[in-house]
């Protein structure tokens, strides 16, 4: 059965479920008198593309049947064609030329982030932070200094959601990127000079970091939910004693200053604009622990998290240390959290970018509950379409809430939904399929520039080639700048983004560094070295095009070898890496980088290394050899790099300190 010509509505439960919205989808579809719109545009497609279709414009273009043809399909596929035709146009960047925003996607349960170029959908990068990746020599070796920093806090996997990008001012300064672990309850920052890891940290007490954001507008806290409710305190396992904590972090060393318990549970994180309130979406108040009794309840809630009087309350002494971390009750602390009922079990929160309005979107209602940020009171609370599970912004006053059932993105006016006029609605138009997380560039500013929005698709059904039973994710891009929305490009992922950030390029232009500067413990161009100690053996290396040096060393069996590897280019582009053959060790050095690692040498043999980056003509040149002899062998030492011995060096390129 071709997909695109299935029927409305034959989502299947199991397909539903892919989603982290479980639950009753099923009955929130029948919930609620909104028609269900998601395939009708699948009924268009397979008009246009199916084979009656193609039968039909060929038989257009064929004298003797004419007379069968109608004019109006004739029109209605120059039109389409004209329309797919400046859709291509809007995405398109010819070779050589820069996309405008970086688009940075989490990696799910890659434990990655991916970062695209937008609007060509381009994938540029994938920075790897809570796995191994053997292919950017990243955690992969269990001597590497980023495998032991990863190690340190916890498995070497993870499940990334929520990418969230520093500001100053109310606008991306382009600094960090921060992203959780939901599976392993850490947090990651990300250095946008490098787009590499720099920091690391498990969050104690939590389970479950979901809900991810940095407190504004200064960022001095990024604070994460712990969405699953336990007993941090005495690991008990009766379910009365259950709370959730959501974690303030220090933003940049990612030590937890403070946590705030309290009953329920806390899933989407958003923080005010004027550095009061941070909110975070409740779907259990229940405190239940089967999925029946998370939705007993009509309504649950959106926490108000009063900062500056949890700061007060800290200052105070007016909390308990669990696992070193000050945890402030919130029954004991009057106002410092504050419930504010919307309908069950909402799912995402989002704050204007003027900062007037949080919204909770309903997931299991078909509404928006728009509450006022100050005095958080619930003013308005409009009807948008089935499964709204995240909102996001343009500036000019308009709010885009994914419909994950109806699958659809619905374009909203918010002062006229908050007084009440009918026409609040602007626009809907349909993604493929079941949206989870949508973002427009800039929404989580003051400033959104109300160009281009991500729809973060759970389901691609037949969106692309079939690959087997197990399929991509589909984001597609929509072009919000005029009235009605166009989705204008639809590419896959690996799995499976949950959330995107979009930033111009203007803003980390010359800051994105081209070569590292040199680190300290680089090893320099002619101080190359092999030390010896006992059965430890430190070989200080360098390497450029195209040669490893030393080219060669030895070490007896069973030493532990630990190499310092530094890349002595000076331009950029010129990545190296240093793979040993049979020791299980890959790593990629960047221009300027120096990477460790630490191994033991095997049996007696020769192990040739080699550069695994295609960098020049003499790459496959560009290896040595690491000679390793039974316990007790003597040794060649390795003389240095200025005393050239031919019989070491037989086919070196080296002159003094300079390499042709
Ligand atoms: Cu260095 Cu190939």
Redesign the pocket.
Known sequence: MNPLSRPSGTLSPSEGQRDGVRGPLGGSRAQGAIKVRGNLFLRERAGVRGNSALILALACLTPIAFTGCNSDSTAKQQKAAAQSASAAQQVYVPPGKLDDYYAILSGGQSGSVFVYGIPSCRLIKEIPIFEPRAGLGYANNPGSESYKRLAATGPLWGDTHHPVLSQTEGRYDGHWLWINDKANDRVAKIDLRTFEVAEIKLVPNIQGAHGLAAYLPTCKYVFVNGELETDAAGNSTDADKYRSLVAFLDAQTLETKFQISFVGNADIASSGKDGRYVFVTMYNTENAVTSEGMIERDRDAVGAIDVPLAEKALADGQFTKINGVPVIDSEKVPGVMTLIPVPKNPHGCNVTPDGRYVLASGKLSPTVTIIDAKTLKTIAEPEVGLGPLHTTFDGRGNAYTSLFVDSQIVKWNIEKAIKGETDYIVDRVDVHYNVGHTKAAGADTSYPSGDWLISLNKLSKGMFLPVGPGMPESQELVDISGEKMRVVAAFPSLPEPHDAVMIHRKVLENYVVQTYEQQPAAVKLGEEKVVRGGNKVDVYMT?I??KFVPEQFEAHEGDEIKVHLTNVETVRD????LAVSRMGINLAVDPGQTAETTFVAGKPGTYWY???????AL??E?RGRLLVKPKGAELNEYPGPLARDEKLHSAGQRKGNVYE
Not at 574 to 577: I, N, Q, V, Y
Not at 610 to 616: A, R
């Open positions: 390497c095009r195209s010129m990545t190296h890496g080699y550069c695994t980056w295609f960098c020049s790459h496959l560009m």
